[in-house]
């Protein structure tokens, strides 16, 4: 069996928790700023992040909510993201976290799945919030900054510091729960644990470590896990500075580099095609930037080539999915392969797996990608059948992705098995669009599949069949998926067909579809 190893030495397994990784980032440096809020300024010194942590954490437990519950969170990017994130995990809680552009039902759906029993979020969310929460556990609104009505502010569960991390077995409890797709079907709870996450920020200290006072801006959200592990986790974790941004937008961003002088940008394909060839990043001094990481989705040589000699800075790709906390694959600084997403992290192994008959294929061949290594999620949360198709007894992750693995141990994404749609580095989950769809009264089948979009990489199409006789068109359909799914899993198009094709067992034959569509 050819197993492709990493090529670096190991790391050694920690047994901190993640919260008591963050605090090596930062008790050193207790005066240093560690997390700036981009829009208003506002600063946090790495000593009062510590101190908000632990007081917070404190509070749960007084309190009785933790440990041993789930907290969720619903908010943009913001200084007090960290302090909710880190006072559940140090409390011995679960955080599941949420997309602030969800909508009630898709947050009702995670609440509830996630058994969580309190919901974090901001004041301009609440509304939505309390719709989500509806017929779910949760029984306790909490909002950063307060001043809601029937609800608690951050500041109300501020509590005597808690002084050490509660206890929770660092391999078997779960102290996230993002949701993800996975290979195929509705999202789920991926559960990662402590030892999960440590170890992939030790990981990827590796291959491209951050020098102490580097600052870092953070537009990638952090209920995803690319900004998650590497943004809040990583990057305060090896003594950088974050510049928070509640939501992408080019001229801010460009403003806020050059405000405070960021020295490394982590972004996906879209903002790289930006930074390559919009006219207004020419207005801006870029000249602090150094570092360039693009991940999510596929980047070609070249516009990662171009947006590294725009800015004068090292242009590099890394690859990873939730399911791996998420980094399995990075360039090494200093290391650069253009249009590869680099060489496996420490303690990662590889398979290239033929997926007609399962057989083992060699470098240069192009086969599903299989990975193992202690960043590897625990499992799908409440869904044995979902672990048990994407995960080995071994211990190997499927990715759904197709690869090719060089003679230097370089992987290049080359398409994607499962059917998952990447929206701007965004996951879309067909099966979930589809739901929506056929939950419409004349709407009897429906299929949805990417079609390649040089901004966004990938834009849904939803193929829809109506149900005879029945009046409808694009427009009704548009109208009906508003207020169930979040913009960015709405159909670019909506197109009327006789049938969707499907293969004996009654499974969409996805790959008919988009094939059809690459050829237009
Ligand atoms: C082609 O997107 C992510 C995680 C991305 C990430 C995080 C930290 C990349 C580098 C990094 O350092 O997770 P998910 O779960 O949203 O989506 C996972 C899927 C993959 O299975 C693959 O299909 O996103 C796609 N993907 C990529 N495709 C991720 N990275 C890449 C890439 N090239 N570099």
Request: glycine share 10%; proline share 6%; net charge negative.
């Amino acid at each position: 069996m050819t197993v492709f190893p990493s090529l670096y030495p190991e790391v050694a397994l920690s047994d901190m928790s993640i919260t008591e990784r963050l605090f090596q980032g930062l008790e050193n440096r207790p005066e240093d700023v560690a997390i700036i809020d981009g829009p208003t300024g506002r600063a946090l010194t790495s000593a009062a992040l510590v101190d908000q942590i632990r007081s917070l954490a404190g509070g749960l437990v007084t309190r009785g909510v933790l440990p041993g519950g789930t907290v969720a969170i619903l908010a943009p990017n913001c200084p007090e993201y960290a302090v909710v994130f880190h006072g559940v995990a140090f409390a011995g809680g679960t955080i599941t976290t949420l997309n602030p552009t969800y909508t009630a039902p898709e947050i009702q759906h995670q609440l509830h799945d996630a058994g969580a029993t309190m919901l974090v979020t901001i004041p301009a969310l609440v509304d939505l919030a309390r719709a989500g929460m509806t017929g779910t556990a949760v029984t306790e609104l909490v909002v950063i900054g307060g001043g809601a009505e029937d609800a608690l502010s951050l500041d109300d569960l501020m509590g005597a510091p808690q002084a050490a991390q509660v206890r929770v077995d660092l391999d078997s409890f779960p102290v996230v729960l993002p949701y993800s797709s996975g290979t195929t079907g509705r999202p789920k709870g991926v559960m990662l644990s402590h030892r999960n996450i440590v170890t992939n920020v030790n990981q990827l200290a590796v291959p491209t470590g951050i020098e102490r006072g580097e600052t870092v801006i953070a537009f990638l959200p952090f209920f995803h896990i690319y900004g998650m592990t590497v943004l809040m986790n990583l990057v305060l974790g090896q003594e950088g500075r974050l510049v928070t941004m509640p939501r992408f937008d080019l001229e801010q961003f460009l403003h806020l580099i050059q405000t405070h002088a960021v020295s490394r940008l982590y972004i996906v394909p879209p903002v790289a095609l930006a930074l390559a060839k919009h006219p207004m990043v020419a207005q801006y001094d870029m000249s602090s930037v150094r570092f360039i990481f693009s991940g999510a989705a596929p980047l070609s040589a070249e516009v990662e080539i171009a947006v590294g000699e725009r800015l004068g800075a090292e242009s590099i790709q890394g690859y990873g999915m939730t399911e791996m906390s998420p980094v399995s694959h990075s360039t090494y600084r200093g290391k650069p392969r253009h249009g590869s997403s680099g060489q496996a992290v420490p303690n990662t192994e590889c398979r290239i797996v033929e997926p007609e008959t399962g057989r083992n294929l060699g470098p240069d061949q192009e086969g599903e990608l299989w990975v193992r290594g202690p960043q590897v999620m625990m499992g799908y949360l409440n869904n044995a059948e979902a672990t048990a198709a994407t995960l080995t007894e071994d211990g190997w992750l499927k990715t759904g992705d197709l690869a090719v693995i060089d003679g230097d141990g370089y992987m290049f994404i080359r398409d994607r098995l499962k059917e998952l749609i990447k929206y701007k580095g965004f996951a879309v989950a067909p099966a979930e669009v589809e739901a929506a769809l056929i939950a419409h009264e004349k709407i009897i089948d429906a299929a949805v599949v990417g079609k390649p979009d040089d901004e966004a990489g990938e834009l849904p199409i939803a193929f829809v069949v109506a149900a005879p006789d029945a009046e409808l068109d694009g427009d009704a359909v548009m109208a009906h998926l508003e207020g169930c799914l979040s913009h960015y899993k709405h159909p670019a198009e909506v197109r009327f067909v006789d049938s969707v094709p499907k293969s004996a067992s009654g499974k969409i034959l996805r790959r008919f579809l988009r094939d059809e569509l690459r050829a237009e």
